[in-house]
């Protein structure tokens, strides 16, 4: 019966809303949101309903439609069930509950589980998504800002490291909607925003994303499989595998995106980060004087 809450289970339904969509009846308009939602399982549902009423070609009248015919009060009852498969699945106690024994106990071979998938992930990268974050990157007309969840800050953190000793205007979002949010206001089109977010998604930067492109920035999105709300709004979307032989997922496969993209920053900025370095150099330099 519609009304029920997203995460209780109602008599004859499958479990899921994969298995819910699977045996509902939908008119033809239905089925397209179904095809979307499927084809981006379970992102493309964890933005708004114009999102994706858009995304299908429809309308959003059909979009509530189709929850209606899986049984769901409301929109937000879907999106509530979507995050509950994400928190079931993804969370390190059902990791631990079901990973093989012995897979930490030597240390050269965790390191080559972990390398194995990074090196597979990057190889999904398309070559235009890298070329676009680097051109974002290393484009000094505007500033690029960076924020991450509670795991993948540190990935943000590192970004911004590296990227100051390189260029002006790299600053951290500690707080994106709190202390730092008179940073995300002044955001403008000339602007990068770059967000670090992986399973379990944060809720709050799929808001700093439609806030930044809103404002004219171009967002570019760190994140891992099947990829966070804040994809919605993003210029580019760069994924990496965050799974590891260990309850606790890793962000070896993110340290090494950040690392080379920095990189390519270097690459590209030639000179100017020769001269900022100098810069850097000489003002150290009175540490020792």
């Known amino acids: 019966m519609a009304g029920e809450t997203a995460h209780e289970a109602i008599p004859g339904h499958p479990a899921g809303v ?14 397209r949101v179904a095809l979307r939602l499927l084809a981006d399982y379970p992102t493309a549902g964890l933005s708004t309903a114009g999102d994706l009423a858009k995304a299908a070609g429809v309308s959003s009248q059909t979009v509530i439609r189709f929850v209606r015919a899986l049984d769901f009060g409301s929109f937000a009852e879907l999106q509530e069930a979507l995050r ?41 990268i398309p070559a235009a998504g890298i070329e676009a974050a680097v051109d974002l990157l290393a484009d000094l007309r505007g500033q690029v800002f960076a924020a991450g969840g509670r795991f993948s800050t540190v990935l943000a953190q590192h970004l911004i490291t590296n990227l100051q000793a390189l260029r002006p205007g790299a600053r951290l979002l500690v707080d994106p909607l709190g202390a730092s949010l008179s940073e995300v206001v002044d955001l403008g089109p000339r602007d990068v925003l770059v967000i ?20 004219g920035a171009a967002v570019v999105v760190v994140t891992d499989d099947p990829g966070s709300p804040a994809c919605a709004q993003a210029a580019v979307r760069l994924i990496v595998d965050v799974d590891a032989p ?6 070896a496969g993110g340290l090494l995106l950040v690392e080379y993209l920095v990189a390519r920053v270097l690459d590209r900025l030639g000179a100017e980060v020769q001269q900022r370095l100098q810069a850097w150099e000489s003002a150290r330099a009175a540490d020792f004087g």
């Open 246 to 251: 260990s309850p606790l997922d890793t962000l």
């Open 18 to 31: 994969r298995g819910r969509i699977e045996t509902a009846t939908l008119r033809p308009s239905e089925r």
């Open 84 to 124: 509950e498969e994400l928190r079931t699945v993804a969370g390190p106690l059902a990791k631990l509950q079901s990973r093989p024994v012995g897979e930490t106990a030597e240390l050269a071979g965790f390191a080559r589980v972990v390398g194995n998938r990074a090196v597979q992930s990057f190889e999904r």
């Open 196 to 215: 670090f977010d992986v399973q379990r998604y944060q809720s709050v930067l799929a808001r700093l994303s439609a806030t930044a492109a809103d404002r």
